[in-house]
């Protein structure tokens, strides 16, 4: 269930992050971001992975919870990666699609 | 200092230290990546290897699948001085048993006869002989055929490169923020150089820890002097850091030592319980009876270890008596650990008045209590719980060799981190093999101008072939070697490692025979067609079919076959992208305009 909360935590957090950098603000949004809008997703980027790790703090313990938060980061980070290199076109619709899929995975388990 | 004499900034000598850091021992480091990754799933490939396992269907209850190993230790070895269970969990589908004779040392971790039983029915199992993944996994870090110590010596120094490979790196990469997500498709070295940068960057922190680690694991080879002035050997070394960590007195330096120890040693590593200021005076309700203690067990443990307690009973004369309901002790262990699950179960002295049931959980509480499982021990005879609560110290350094050495080895972690370790693994494989490949895409233009490849460079070339995609279809032909060989056959594990070794060899020559493209062309088809197979081979040769291991859930051997069909279709997609690739593409050079004149003048 955690691999789940964490996997769209760290997503949403690396597209704010990438929101941030001007080679890839044309790729999601077809514009640049005026500086303000830029910022504020960097922020929002950092927030939301920072509140991933918490959250695997808090429900795994310190090393196991660190663990899985640097293993979710790299797999988060290399959807964000595939999907501005590939599906640039459909940024949204691809990490939506994925963000769905995890939480339906979340509901799964959680019924279990 | 450059050939043309002039100053070297700092990044220009790491990018010379990376390359030949990296190159020289690149090759086995590919091979000790990839090996090293699969080991994280050694347990399954091993099961996935042993056909005759994949009948066992575990019940759901553990009680069930206890009561079965219970009824066929009666009937087997009624007499025997300790009976080991261990039961199916996500990484097995059998109950593994271990039977001990009067005479042995229980906790030995060597020893004993194994037994493996179907879950469901309690029939013996007798599965075919071969190393499984434990090959593989030896292979990592003690290579194959070579003394042992030639071989820890040598992963140890490829390790080193690679941290130095690693540090270099980070130093070299300029933009390492702003590229962090970058990757640029189809342009030749830039793809290349971005794919390499991608997957280090990405998964950075695993390659420093699992780096830092194997170092770490090599310690006591690669640093051995600090450890040696104060002890007479390791295992003096282990066991006094061991006690350490559980409040006791460090025991008495002694001479010798050996294999036996250490096993010992290991083995009881395991045997502790962590379920630190719980208060152990609460009744259990437990059906027929309660997990109770008596007032003269507090009292025993007031004034010292359960263990002397258990030490004893041990000296009161032997009595036969009937074993008591696990039932009862195993819901109490369910109950104590909610998010964990029963792992191994250990009787001492079955049947007797003497008798101990040690029961423990399958995953350790943290990644820092390196083999120390919480563990619960009951009077046999009787049911009452007889453990003692200890809490356990960590100091800081030791904290941190058990934090990154138990993530290394991937040991008593769940199933979602052993996933993700995994996925890491693949990156860094990734990482290493694009920086072969970088190596000879930068050089091409080069050997092209010069219109012939030099010796060094087709030399890496085929190095390259052999070890990037020969490595998986030496891999591959060791799981076809298992299913084809007979089952009955002697020394047939040797029979499998053998096939790996040639079939590696074949390709090493393969690609120095053939031209570079089709080399990679051809064998990247024969190893989309081998692992494309590997699920049909499975269900034709008494394995669970795919479809079967689906809908009984048994995701050991699903999860190998599903991961195979993966890298074919990941081998399918490399040898499409590959023959659509037209050649070397040339890139964009930031050269001097004069520079780029007088080249075109030279070309024309």
Not at chain 2, 53 to 64: G, I, K, N
Not at chain 2, 313 to 324: N, S, W
Request: charged residues 20%; hydrophobic residues 45%.
């Amino acid at each position: 269930m955690i691999f789940f909360i964490l996997y769209i935590l760290c997503l949403w957090g690396f597209v704010a992050l990438a929101s941030y950098l001007d080679k890839h603000q044309s790729q999601i949004y077809q514009k640049v971001l005026s500086r303000q809008k830029a910022k504020c997703a960097l922020v929002v980027g950092y927030i939301l992975i920072t509140i991933a790790l918490i959250i695997a703090i808090k429900m795994l313990k310190a090393s196991i919870g660190m663990s899985y938060w640097f293993g979710i980061l790299t797999l988060a980070a290399l959807t964000v990666g595939w999907t501005l290199s590939y599906q640039s076109q459909r940024f949204f619709k691809v990490i939506g699609g994925l963000s769905v899929f995890s939480l339906i995975g979340l509901l799964l388990v959680a019924l279990r | 200092m450059r050939v043309d004499g002039k100053a070297e900034g700092p990044r220009q000598s790491m990018s010379w230290l990376h390359t030949w850091s990296s190159l020289i021992l690149g090759w086995l480091l590919y091979a000790i990546f990839l090996t090293g990754t699969l080991s994280f799933f050694q347990s399954e490939m091993t099961v996935w290897m042993k056909p005759e396992l994949h009948q066992s269907l575990p019940p759901q209850s553990q009680v069930q699948q206890v009561q079965t190993a219970l009824n066929f230790l009666q009937h087997k070895a009624p007499d025997a001085g300790a009976w080991n269970i261990n039961l199916p969990s996500s990484r097995q589908t059998t109950t593994e048993l271990n039977v001990r004779g009067a005479n042995e040392d229980p906790r030995a971790r060597r020893g004993g006869e194994r037994i493996t039983i179907d879950s469901s029915t309690g029939e013996e199992i007798k599965a075919r002989e071969t190393r499984g993944g434990g090959f593989l996994y030896r292979f990592h870090f003690e290579l194959y055929g070579m003394p042992r110590i030639w071989a820890r010596w040598i992963v140890g120094i490829a390790t080193l490169m690679m941290f130095v490979a690693i540090i270099s790196g980070v130093i070299t990469h300029k933009k390492i923020f702003k590229d962090f997500f970058t990757f640029r498709a189809g342009k030749g070295q830039r793809s290349w150089l971005d794919a390499h940068n991608a997957t280090a960057v990405l998964a950075l922190p695993f390659h420093i820890m699992i780096t830092f680690s194997g170092l770490l694991l090599l310690m006591y080879m690669l640093m051995p002097w600090g450890i040696s002035s104060v002890y007479p050997d390791r295992i003096q070394f282990l066991q006094a850091q061991r006690a350490e960590m559980l409040g006791e007195k460090p025991p008495p330096h002694q001479e010798g030592g050996g294999r036996e120890g250490r096993g010992e040693q290991s083995q009881n590593q395991g045997n502790r319980n962590m379920v630190a200021g719980q208060d152990r005076s609460q009744s259990m309700s437990r059906g027929e009876g309660s997990v109770s203690q008596s007032g003269q067990q507090r009292g025993e443990r007031r004034n010292g270890s359960p263990r002397d307690g258990a030490r004893e009973r041990r000296d009161l004369p032997i009595q036969t008596a009937a074993l008591t309901d696990i039932r009862p002790l195993m819901l109490y262990a369910q109950k104590q650990w909610p998010d964990n699950t029963v792992g191994t179960i250990s009787i001492i002295r079955p049947n007797t008045t003497n008798s101990e049931i040690e029961i423990k959980a399958l995953y350790a509480e943290s990644v820092l209590h390196r083999n120390v499982v919480p563990t619960l021990i009951f009077n046999g005879v009787t049911g009452e719980l007889v453990s003692d609560a200890k809490p356990v110290y960590i100091s800081v350094p030791t904290g941190i060799y058990n934090a990154v050495t138990v993530l290394h080895e991937g040991r008593g972690l769940d199933l979602g981190l052993r996933w993700l370790l995994f996925i890491s693994g693949v990156v860094g494989t990734l990482m290493v093999a694009t920086g072969l490949i970088l190596w000879c895409v930068k050089r091409a233009p080069q050997q092209e101008k010069q219109g012939f490849k030099s010796f060094g460079f087709r030399l890496v070339e085929n190095l390259n072939i052999a070890a990037i995609i020969g490595l998986p279809i030496a891999i591959a032909s060791y799981f076809y070697a298992n299913r084809l060989i007979p089952a009955q056959l002697e020394n047939r594990s040797d029979l499998e490692i053998k096939t790996f070794f040639w079939i590696w060899l074949f390709t090493l020559i393969y690609a120095a025979l053939r031209p570079v493209r089709q080399a990679w062309l051809e064998l990247l088809t024969l190893a989309a067609l081998m692992y494309l197979c590997i699920p049909v081979l499975n269900a034709l040769t008494d394995g669970r079919a795919l479809w079967s291991s689906i809908y009984h859930e048994q995701w050991m051997v699903a999860s190998f076959d599903l991961v195979c069909l993966f890298l074919a279709i990941l081998f399918i997609f490399s040898f499409f992208k590959l023959k659509k690739h037209k050649g070397t593409v040339k890139v964009k050079k930031h050269i001097q305009p004069k520079r780029a004149l007088a080249e075109a003048v030279e070309e024309a």
